[in-house]
């Protein structure tokens, strides 16, 4: 999937994962794609609630050798 920014937030544990996206999404512009990548094991949960609370977009997630990876399109 094309992106625009990506974040490595892999090792880090909530709620920082959350923070990195938020800053990673604060340099884009609406309708522009972040790629995000995670070890969080509540990362899933955690992503999908900031996204419903804050008008963004997970579009698609895939985990592959424990790394979660988001794209979420800001709103």
Request: proline content about 3%; charged content about 25%.
């Amino acid at each position: 999937m094309k992106f625009d920014a990506i974040v490595d937030a892999r090792g880090l544990k909530c709620p920082l994962p959350i923070l990195h996206c938020k800053r990673g999404l604060n340099t884009l512009k609406s309708g522009q794609i972040l790629k995000i990548q995670t070890t969080d094991k509540n990362a899933t949960k955690d992503f999908e609630a900031f996204c419903e609370n804050t008008g963004h977009r997970i579009n698609s997630s895939e985990t592959l050798n424990q790394i979660t990876t988001f794209y979420i399109t800001k709103n």
